[in-house]
């Protein structure tokens, strides 16, 4: 009798299930009949009214799913609930049905086009977010359809490509089941949620066959999934690709000696380094916004910084930009604000933006104006309290709603933090707003050492065992996010082991500073010791 057939997959939460299957069912593109030039008859009825019923009916589902949800499931369904109430998805798929008058083919192609961008990004924790734009496209799709999805049975094991958080939050596991994926993240939100709920998940299978029914046992513990005899793995139609001598990919990650990715970005200061930039090898893991803007005119100018902010998203092409919004006050005066009351209080970054708002506004719609020109994320300076990241997302969600009333294009960016207020780094576990973070050492160091700013290049030597260790504490509480670093200390080598030991893995340096970096990076074991004959 022929034996089970065991496959390799990788552990998203630990523990071990049996059940039958569950298959569950990839989404079908809209038919034929739904797509452009087919007969008017033959096309979904009711236009974008039909579309904005379809979206409400969808948040009210999240919201009774949220009823009773824990803080984590909670943050997952409001970040669903906030893309459907972005006003830019509903204006890009009103243009879409302008063109075919066809809503269900317009909300997909919408929606498909904002998954791509994030199933092609670099970093794996963007590239799982994918899973839940997919969510929110079915869902609004079986409102549409008057067919929402289905639970599936209790005890079973799901088995799919990837699952959808909301179908997960809204089965009962505790009947006991396990899911196994053929592809997949274990940085997904739907991992996440097993882990806190103890159900046993593995990813990356390959897909393989089986029925409805077939007994599958999930091992989260060794990271496989057991098929009952006669089951089989089903070679992918693509080939695998293969590795090149180089450990520089065409996305700028490199790769540790030991082969693990890093990703490698550059700093921009000037808006004369925009020219400079390479979108074949390299994003931006920071653009300081203020060396722009040199004068309280300038930050009124919604034009003149659009101009800029678009100038470097084209120049980047497909590579990811962060932009960092003003960081203003203390030792950075703004010419034009010097004698202000705010400055007198020490207001510096967020909170001279959120005490002056008329300035962040202007700053804000150019950045959501921008967005549609690249793969734009805004990072908020001198963050120290959770509040002032919800405060300014709000001011961004109202700009957004001002924008599309004056039917201008725009898009929402991924909206997250620096880390270089010590307070902060010690709790970034209660920065749930926040969808990525980055250390900014060089405020770090000045913090945490209570240097003045004149002192902390002769102090930072001296601090750097501290700051390591605070960085290393800080990245354990950033809950998958996306973390990086982008002060001073990432472009210097003697730095490297003890930021890789932290678990860095993505690094944004001064554009000078690069090729330094890169050669140590290839040099070093991603837990910071040498490669062997280094």
């Given at each position: 009798?022929a ?13 071990i ?19 452009p ?34 803080a984590?499931?909670?943050?997952i ?10 006003p830019?998805i ?14 269900v083919?317009a ?7 904002y998954i791509?961008?994030l199933?092609a ?7 799982a ?14 409102a ?10 209790p ?10 958080p909301?179908?997960?939050l809204?089965h ?6 396990g ?6 993240s274990t ?8 882990r806190?709920?103890?159900v ?7 897909r393989f066959s089986a029925?409805?029914?077939?007994p599958?046992?999930?091992?989260g513990?060794a990271?496989?999934?057991v098929l ?6 089903i ?11 180089d450990?520089?990919?065409a ?7 030991d082969?693990?990715p890093?990703l ?16 074949a ?10 060396f ?9 100018n ?5 101009a800029i902010?678009?100038r470097?998203l ?7 930009v ?6 203003i ?9 010097e004698d ?15 005490a002056r708002?008329?300035?962040a506004?202007?700053q ?6 921008a ?9 908020l300076?001198m963050v120290?309290f959770p509040?002032?990241i ?15 009333r004056r039917?201008?294009?725009h898009?929402?960016p991924?909206?997250?933090?620096m880390v ?15 969808a ?6 060089n ?9 003045a700013?004149?002192d ?13 260790r605070l ?9 998958g996010?996306p973390?990086?670093i ?17 678990g ?6 001064a554009p000078a500073?690069r ?11 991603a837990?910071?010791?040498?490669a062997a004959?280094?």
């Amino acid at each position: 009798m022929a034996e089970p057939l065991r496959l390799k997959a990788k552990s998203a939460s630990p523990g071990i299930a049996s059940g039958p299957a569950f298959l569950a069912e990839e989404p079908k593109a809209p038919s034929a009949a739904e797509r452009p030039g087919a007969a008017p008859e033959s096309r979904a009825v009711g236009g974008y009214g039909a579309l904005e019923k379809a979206i409400d009916i969808s948040i009210g589902e999240l919201e009774h799913l949220a009823d009773g949800a824990d803080a984590e499931s909670r943050d997952i369904i409001d970040f669903q609930i906030e893309v459907l109430r972005d006003p830019t998805i509903a204006e890009a798929t009103g243009a879409r049905m302008e063109a075919d008058g066809n809503v269900v083919f317009a909300w997909a192609a919408t929606l498909d086009a904002y998954i791509g961008e994030l199933e092609a990004a670099d970093e794996e924790q963007m590239r799982a977010r994918a899973v839940d734009i997919l969510d929110i496209k079915n869902r609004v799709l079986g409102a549409l359809a008057g067919t929402p999805i289905a639970d599936f049975p209790p005890g079973s094991v799901f088995v799919g490509k990837d699952m959808e958080p909301s179908r997960f939050l809204a089965h009962d596991w505790s009947k006991g089941g396990g899911i196994a994926l053929f592809a997949g993240s274990t940085a997904g939100h739907v991992a996440l949620l097993a882990r806190a709920k103890s159900v046993p998940m593995v990813v990356g299978t390959g897909r393989f066959s089986a029925a409805d029914g077939d007994p599958v046992r999930v091992d989260g513990d060794a990271g496989a999934v057991v098929l009952k005899a006669g089951g089989m793995l089903i070679p992918s139609p693509v080939p695998a690709r293969t590795p090149t001598a180089d450990t520089q990919t065409a996305s700028g990650e490199l790769r540790t000696a030991d082969g693990v990715p890093i990703l490698l970005s550059i700093n921009i200061n000037d808006p004369a380094e925009i020219d400079a930039l390479d979108p074949a090898t390299a994003g931006v893991g920071l653009m300081r916004s203020e060396f722009s803007i040199t004068s309280v005119a300038d930050a009124a100018n919604e034009e003149r910084q659009l101009a800029i902010y678009r100038r470097v998203l084209e120049q980047a092409g497909d590579r990811p930009v962060t932009i960092r919004m003003l960081d203003i006050g203390g030792d950075k005066p703004l010419a034009g604000l010097e004698d202000l009351p705010a400055l007198a209080s020490g207001l510096r970054g967020i909170r001279l933006l959120l005490a002056r708002p008329e300035i962040a506004r202007v700053q804000a719609r150019a950045m959501l104006r921008a967005a549609v020109f690249g793969r734009l994320s805004v990072m908020l300076p001198m963050v120290t309290f959770p509040d002032e990241i919800d405060r300014m997302r709000e001011l961004f969600r109202e700009e957004a709603e001002k924008l599309g009333r004056r039917a201008l294009l725009h898009r929402m960016p991924p909206i997250g933090m620096m880390v270089e207020v010590p307070a902060a780094a010690l709790m970034l576990d209660t920065f749930g707003a926040a969808a990525f973070f980055s250390f900014g050492t060089n405020d770090l160091t000045q913090y945490l050492a209570a240097s003045a700013r004149d002192d902390i290049d002769a102090d930072a030597g001296k601090a750097a065992p501290a700051v390591l260790r605070l960085i290393a504490q800080a990245v354990k509480l950033t809950a998958g996010k996306p973390v990086s670093i982008c002060g001073d200390m990432a472009g210097d080598p003697s730095y490297l082991p003890g930021l890789l030991a932290a678990g860095l893995r993505h690094f944004s340096v001064a554009p000078a500073r690069r090729p330094a970096i890169r050669s140590a990076i290839i040099g070093l074991n991603a837990d910071g010791t040498r490669a062997a004959g280094e």
